[in-house]
């Protein structure tokens, strides 16, 4: 059993995705997104594999939760730079958002 202590070393925070892009060089279906964190963290890239869910135009200004105290992680020519979040649902991949928008780099825990 995971203990709370490993839950809070996990740094999951609320980002806003400021931009989109569909990427082509990913082995599986993937959009790249920039977030914006707030101050504290600023600006992050990360890889999504959302596309059977989600379009582009509907990920702009979306608030959703990331994990920001991972590794980098290379994914072809991409720096990923955040793990953002989400929920394996019957036909894609649901991102995790707060219910009601929130102070960006705002904490889960």
Known sequence: MAEFEDFMKLDIRVGKIIRA????KAN??????????GE??????????????YKI?????????AVVNFPQK???????EVLVLGVYGQEGVVLIEPEQRVKLGSRLG
């Open 40 to 53: 504290e963290i600023g600006k992050k890239k990360s890889s999504a594999q959302i596309t059977d869910l």
């Open 57 to 65: 135009e509907d990920l702009l200004e979306k608030q959703v939760l």
């Open 74 to 80: 290379q994914i072809a020519d991409f720096m990923s």
């Open 28 to 37: 599986d279906p993937a959009y790249k997104l920039w977030l914006d964190f």
């Open 21 to 24: 892009e569909n990427f082509d």
